[in-house]
């Protein structure tokens, strides 16, 4: 079974989602982001991805005493991401709570501290983020486009030790359009063994079905649930 894996990004402590990563086009949708992820929790969903946004315009974590309430009051398995560009941001991220970190720009730009990370906290411990536009991939908040492709960028990570992979389609992120299913089969049909987490444009469970057919380790849910398009109710199928 697919993982359900609800996203909270944070600007300003503030439960929000952007528009295709555009900081311009923020909707806050809770102030308290502690009392969304007790309402995830109180669906049966044991998992949290969670975004510092600032920490990812800021290249630093900003966001920490958000991880460490959500990790001190709920029992959800949290990966963290945004703003962990060295050793004390990560060290920082694992004693607030988080269970995984993930790391997408720091991948890009410094290769050897990403690799260190694999190999001193384990690669299951470590998600490797693909940020993608037209199956290129974006770092620094999607703010900088890059001319590495998807597909040598992951081939890379995986023969490295990488295990775990979320792949967010910028151009779906927020538009509830629809995810990336063709994307996600050109992975999973090309790697075998890595776990890859989808994430960007969900709508409908109709197409969590979709990517459970093609054996993902988990799909990442944002503005579907903030907008009401998928109830907390109807993923109560797919977990426990």
Same mark, same amino acid.
């Given at each position: 079974?697919?993982?359900?894996?609800?996203?909270?990004?944070?600007?300003?402590?503030?439960?929000?989602? $952007?528009?295709?990563?555009?900081?311009?086009?923020?909707?806050?949708? +809770? @102030?308290?982001?502690? @009392?969304?992820?007790?309402?995830?929790?109180?669906?049966?969903?044991?998992?949290?991805? $969670?975004?510092?946004?600032?920490?990812?315009?800021?290249?630093?974590?900003?966001?920490?005493?958000?991880?460490?309430?959500? /990790? =001190?009051?709920?029992?959800?398995?949290?990966?963290?991401?945004?703003?962990?560009?060295?050793? #004390?941001?990560?060290?920082?991220?694992?004693?607030?709570? =988080? #269970?995984?970190?993930?790391?997408?720009?720091? =991948?890009?730009?410094?290769?050897?501290?990403?690799?260190? %990370? $694999?190999?001193?906290?384990? /690669? @299951?411990?470590?998600?490797?983020?693909?940020?993608?536009?037209? #199956?290129?991939?974006?770092?620094?908040? %999607?703010?900088?486009?890059?001319?590495?492709?998807?597909?040598?960028?992951?081939?890379?990570?995986?023969?490295?030790?990488?295990?775990?992979?979320?792949?967010?389609?910028?151009?779906?992120?927020? !538009?509830?359009?629809?995810? /990336?299913?063709?994307?996600?089969?050109?992975?999973?049909?090309?790697?075998?063994?890595?776990?890859?987490? /989808?994430?960007?444009?969900?709508?409908?469970?109709?197409?969590?079905?979709?990517?459970?057919?093609?054996? !993902?380790?988990?799909?990442?849910?944002?503005?579907?649930?903030?907008? +009401?398009?998928?109830?907390?109710?109807?993923?109560?199928?797919?977990?426990?």
């Amino acid at each position: 079974m697919i993982r359900i894996i609800p996203a909270i990004d944070i600007i300003e402590g503030k439960c929000i989602r $952007l528009t295709q990563g555009d900081y311009g086009r923020k909707v806050i949708y +809770n @102030e308290n982001p502690l @009392e969304v992820a007790k309402q995830f929790e109180d669906s049966g969903i044991q998992y949290l991805h $969670l975004v510092d946004l600032d920490g990812a315009k800021a290249k630093k974590i900003i966001n920490r005493k958000v991880l460490e309430e959500i /990790a =001190a009051k709920t029992k959800l398995k949290i990966d963290f991401g945004g703003g962990i560009r060295t050793d #004390e941001d990560i060290k920082l991220a694992f004693d607030c709570g =988080a #269970e995984q970190v993930t790391g997408g720009s720091v =991948a890009v730009k410094n290769k050897e501290l990403f690799l260190s %990370w $694999l190999r001193k906290f384990g /690669a @299951e411990k470590i998600i490797l983020g693909t940020d993608v536009k037209d #199956e290129m991939v974006a770092i620094n908040g %999607w703010y900088e486009n890059t001319k590495i492709n998807v597909f040598s960028f992951i081939e890379s990570y995986q023969k490295l030790g990488v295990q775990s992979v979320i792949c967010t389609d910028i151009k779906r992120d927020g !538009l509830l359009q629809g995810t /990336a299913i063709n994307l996600y089969k050109k992975i999973t049909d090309r790697f075998t063994g890595i776990k890859l987490i /989808a994430s960007g444009g969900i709508s409908s469970t109709d197409e969590i079905d979709e990517l459970i057919k093609l054996d !993902l380790d988990g799909v990442i849910i944002g503005k579907a649930i903030y907008e +009401n398009k998928i109830s907390l109710k109807e993923l109560r199928k797919y977990v426990g």
